[in-house]
């Protein structure tokens, strides 16, 4: 079954081979490997690995450990090890532009590699607006005053908040474990949602579904 590995390494060469190598050796076939963002000397990489469900993962821990200056951020299994473009998501909402909120929505856990997606009215964040199948009810809580997209752990949940508009509508992204979203993903979640904004009139999206929201 597909892994999810975020690990954050040192920015020099040959560390990200080191730790291939080092995962390889512990059984794991490495199915990909995305770099989120390099800051501070330090590189973020989303590895998807090959791992049986039931084996237990100490051998992709100990292969973390032992590649010096590695830090292992999260390891999970997810539903599959092909992550979603950017391009793909634009594509299937140009494909069906009046519906491009609720396409935007489907496609965000795919893109980011999340287990949900919702769209709700702060006002009434217990019954979202638009959701994935695998959202919580309710809602994880979230800041009142939200002038800009946010990264955040909520309760152990790890969160991408967004506004929608200029009022009470916002997009969540989130992940039932670990790793927390980084800067770089929250910034493509924001560049998907303008993106989708601007399809098929949707400049201003939240009086279009506002009126899900009225209790």
């Not at 607006?129 to 997209?149: E, G, N, Q, Y």
């Not at 909520?154 to 992940?175: F, N, Q, S, Y």
Request: proline content about 9%; some cysteine; hydrophobic content about 45%.
């Amino acid at each position: 079954m597909p892994a999810h590995l975020r690990v954050s390494l040192a920015d020099r060469p040959g560390a990200l081979a080191a730790l291939t190598r080092a995962l390889a050796t512990s059984g794991a076939n490495v199915l990909s490997v995305t770099v989120l963002q390099r800051e501070a000397g330090r590189a973020v990489d989303d590895l998807m690995l090959d791992w049986p469900f039931a084996r237990p993962w100490d051998g992709v821990v100990h292969a973390v450990e032992g590649c010096n200056g590695a830090r292992l951020q999260g390891l999970r299994h997810v539903p599959t090890a092909t992550a979603v473009s950017d391009t793909d998501v634009i594509d299937r909402v140009l494909r069906q532009p009046r519906r491009g909120l609720e396409v935007l929505i489907e496609a965000l856990p795919g893109a980011l590699l999340a287990d949900w997606a919702a769209v709700a009215d702060r006002r009434w964040i217990r019954d979202p607006v638009l959701a994935t199948t695998s959202t919580p009810h309710p809602l994880p809580a979230t800041p009142a005053a939200l002038p800009r997209p946010r990264a955040l752990v909520v309760h152990d949940t790890p969160l991408v908040v967004l506004p929608i508009g200029a009022g009470e509508m916002r997009l969540l992204v989130g992940r039932c474990t670990g790793p927390a979203f980084t800067k770089s993903e929250r910034d493509r979640c924001a560049a998907l949602l303008s993106v989708v904004t601007g399809i098929g009139h949707l400049a201003d999206p939240a009086p279009a579904v506002a009126a899900r929201a009225e209790p």
